[in-house]
């Protein structure tokens, strides 16, 4: 889609890491990056606190020290384990597919049952992609930028170890990810191309979006202005509206699985937590990243389409202030934050963005906004949304005043380059027993539109 803009871009150049909160304070001190009409204003911390915001978290795992921080790429951050819980990708492991190994790239894939397509498609495997780089890693594999051969054609692929998924009793989330993303197709959410396996792994190919997360943007410059943090928040929510139409909760609504397009357009990602639920349904499950979790979840009631309100209420909050409203580094205290916290908006803000986050953070999820019968349009409805024509949002016309720097298609700028400067190998596992083979019965997949059509065999 070609957006029209009526407001001219603004670009900056983007570090390889984010900086410390420090830092941006000087640079932004010197008039270097000063952005404040797109950006905001830096959030207020308090003496002691800026060594903290946003630093890495060190624990232990058998004695070794392991530090995790929050980082951008593709399958989202190294994530902080104190303060997250059921969650797949949910730390990096030290030596596991490390690179450097002998590949199994070429593993056949496995005899599986084809679903029936039209002759523009065809049957792949992992032999059908280029490696080119790799852009991520979490504790179930890898995400690679991968090159369609015969083409020029760009994706991501993610491949995932059957042994590790079997490991941590990750299948049913695995297939859960894969069978929601089959239903989508929406423009401010990661396409799926296709799926495969070979005996020893899952694929996921899916559209290559190298913009940076949402959270790298926010972490480099602080806080987002009302006019840019409502635009992203509205394709958001028609995202999330989306997918509750399909009767899909995703769950794990957080900056970090938010990413930009090169047009600067939110690209909603990481299925692995989502869920199919009936409308009147409730789930009990204890998922996600804690910040960002409705109380109804901490509190095991059951929680179902509300649950996603509440995080995007507490991503404003976030892309406004620069923390979400309730922190604490001891899980306990912060779930009763979360529970029984009273509620404190910056007096910065307008009275509407107050409005609408008194509406999305209500704790009893029957009235919080967006639950009534008219689901998503109570919030496109809200007086913080009377400048957006969301017709006109949904086909990409609403222009956000920020586009990242990307280069071209193949661009891995705005990716960590502690992924990015590693080798490009998928590692080789081990094959899972005969008897959990049958676990990952039905994964293969490929989109029904001509994607690959011109491709060769």
């Given at each position: 889609m070609a957006p029209t803009a009526t407001t001219a871009a603004?670009?900056?150049p983007l570090p390889s890491r984010p900086p410390r909160l420090d830092a941006v304070v000087a640079a932004d001190d010197a008039g270097e990056f000063d952005f404040s009409d797109?950006?905001?204003?830096?959030?207020?911390?308090?003496?002691?606190?800026?060594?903290?915001?946003g630093q890495p978290e060190l624990h232990y795992v058998a004695d070794t020290l392991v530090i995790c921080s929050r980082s951008h790429s593709l399958v989202?951050?190294?994530?902080?384990?104190?303060?997250?819980?059921?969650?797949?990708?949910?730390?990096?492991?030290?030596?596991?597919?490390?690179?450097g190994e002998d590949s199994d790239f070429s593993d056949a894939v496995d005899v599986e049952q084809q679903q029936e397509f039209d002759?523009?498609?065809?049957?792949?495997?992992?032999?059908?992609?280029?490696?080119?780089?790799?852009?991520?890693?979490?504790?179930?594999?890898?995400?690679?930028q991968v090159r369609l051969k015969g083409s020029s054609d760009i994706y991501a692929m993610k491949?995932?170890?059957?042994?590790?998924?079997?490991?941590?009793?990750?299948?049913?989330?695995?297939?859960?990810?894969?069978?929601?993303?089959?239903?989508?197709?929406?423009?401010?959410?990661?396409?799926?191309?296709?799926?495969?396996?070979?005996?020893?792994?899952?694929y996921l190919i899916l559209d290559f979006i190298n913009g940076g997360h949402l959270f790298f943007q926010l972490y480099r410059q602080g806080t987002f202005s009302e006019d840019l943090c409502r635009v992203y928040a509205a394709e958001i929510v028609s995202a999330v509206a989306h997918l509750?139409?399909?009767?899909i909760v995703h769950r794990d609504l957080k900056p970090?699985?938010?990413?930009?397009d090169a047009d600067g357009h939110v690209k909603l990602t990481d299925f692995g937590l989502a869920k199919e639920i009936e409308e009147s349904d409730r789930t009990n499950s204890y998922c996600g990243t804690v910040e960002y979790m409705a109380p109804e979840i901490l509190l095991s009631k059951g929680h179902g389409k509300a649950a996603d309100w509440w995080s995007l209420g507490i991503l404003v909050y976030e892309m406004l202030h620069g923390m979400p409203p309730f922190t604490n580094r001891n899980k306990n205290k912060l779930q009763q934050e979360i529970i029984k916290g009273k509620l404190k908006l910056p007096g910065y803000l307008s009275s509407e963005v107050h409005s609408l986050l008194k509406g999305l953070l209500h704790k009893d999820p029957s009235k919080r906004l967006g639950s009534g019968g008219s689901g998503s349009c109570d919030i496109k409805r809200h007086k913080w949304f009377k400048c957006i024509n969301w017709s006109k949002l949904?086909?990409?016309?609403?222009?956000?005043?920020?586009?990242?720097?990307?280069?071209?298609?193949?661009?891995?700028?705005?990716?960590?380059?502690?992924?990015?400067?590693?080798?490009?190998?998928?590692?080789?596992?081990?094959?899972?027993?005969?008897?959990?083979?049958?676990?990952?019965?039905g994964y293969t997949y490929v989109a029904p539109n001509v994607w690959l059509s011109g491709s060769s065999s």
């Open positions: 603004v670009s900056i797109v950006f905001g204003q830096l959030p207020s911390v308090k003496e002691g606190e800026a060594a903290d915001w989202g951050p190294s994530p902080r384990p104190s303060l997250r819980v059921g969650c797949p990708l949910e730390e990096c492991e030290a030596g596991d597919d490390a690179g002759d523009t498609t065809r049957k792949l495997g992992p032999g059908d992609f280029e490696l080119l780089n790799l852009v991520g890693q979490g504790a179930f594999g890898k995400v690679f491949v995932m170890r059957k042994d590790k998924v079997l490991e941590k009793n990750y299948v049913d989330y695995m297939k859960a990810e894969r069978d929601i993303m089959t239903k989508i197709v929406h423009p401010f959410i990661v396409q799926l191309r296709c799926s495969f396996q070979t005996k020893t792994k899952l509750h139409s399909k009767g970090e699985n938010i990413l930009l949904d086909a990409g016309l609403i222009q956000p005043k920020f586009v990242p720097v990307v280069q071209g298609r193949a661009c891995i700028a705005n990716f960590d380059e502690k992924w990015t400067k590693l080798p490009a190998q998928d590692s080789p596992a081990s094959t899972p027993r005969a008897a959990d083979i049958d676990m990952f019965q």
